[in-house]
Nanobody, 114 residues
């Protein structure tokens, strides 16, 4: 069984920064990919960023503002979010993948005021 716990969300003014963390625990010690999605009110969940042994990927909307990183020893993935905009508001979910399976966290709310 795998548990993912996100933290670091909150309310911030436009132009501000937040750092999200997602710690994985349980029976699986190594994930080949970890990443983040977000869901704004009334919209579908969308890809934000991910990281694996080959590198990092970002959505066009966050490229240059967000940075994803990973601590393999701690089984934790981070999302440094700078220059936040109101359109970044939403629930941010982390995921961790092994072959044929994806695990999700419960989400953390990020609200950016204008």
């Amino acid at each position: 069984q795998v548990r993912l716990v996100e933290s670091g969300g909150g309310l911030v003014q436009g132009g501000g920064s937040l750092r999200l963390s997602c710690a994985a625990s349980g029976s699986i010690l190594r994930f080949h990919e970890m990443g983040w999605y977000r869901q704004a009110p009334g919209k579908q969940r969308e890809f934000v960023a991910d990281v694996d042994s080959g590198g990092t990927n970002y959505s066009e909307s966050v490229k240059g503002r967000f940075t994803i990183s990973r601590d393999i020893v701690k089984n934790t993935v981070y999302l440094q979010m700078n220059d936040l905009r109101p359109e970044d508001t939403g629930i941010y979910y982390c995921h961790a993948d092994i072959t044929y399976s994806r695990y999700w966290g419960q989400g953390t709310q990020v609200t950016v005021s204008s």
